[in-house]
C-alpha cells in the first residue's frame, strides 16, 4: 500500500493512535501535523512496540513542540517495522495529523 497510511482528528490532553505497520510489513513514512487553531499548540509524537498503547517516555520522537496556529510540523523518512504504531497528543483541539507513505513486504 502507498498514499495516505493514516489520519487523525487529535482530541486534546489524550494520546491518539494514528497508524500500525501492518504484520509482515516494512513502511517508510512522513507525519504532518497541522494546527488548524487560532491557538499555539503542544504537540507529541510516539512510536511503540505492539503491545504498548500509551507511549513510554523512550517512545517519543517529538515532546511539547510549540506548533504555531496554520502551522505544519513534519517529520520526514521515518522507517518501522511490523506492528510498530504511530500515536500523536496536543494540549489543544483542531489539530490533524496525516501518515504519508508505503509498506513493503519483509
Known amino acids: 500500500m502507498s498514499g495516505r497510511l ?7 490532553l489524550l494520546n491518539t493512535f494514528i497508524y500500525m505497520v501492518p504484520e509482515n510489513k516494512i513502511s517508510t513514512f512522513n507525519i504532518s501535523v497541522c494546527n488548524r487553531n487560532t491557538e499555539e499548540a503542544l ?3 510516539a512510536t511503540t512496540l505492539p503491545e504498548i498503547t500509551v507511549p513510554t517516555p523512550k517512545d517519543y520522537i517529538e515532546y511539547d513542540v ?3 496556529p496554520n ?6 523518512g521515518i522507517v518501522l517495522q511490523s506492528q510498530y504504531s504511530v500515536y500523536a497528543y496536543s494540549n489543544i483541539d483542531f489539530i490533524t495529523v496525516q501518515i504519508w ?3 513493503e513486504s519483509i
Open 101 to 103: 507513505g508505503w509498506e
Open 71 to 76: 502551522q505544519v510540523l513534519e517529520r520526514t
Open 6 to 12: 493514516g489520519a487523525q482528528d487529535l482530541l486534546p
Open 66 to 68: 510549540e506548533l504555531l
Open 43 to 45: 504537540i507529541r509524537l
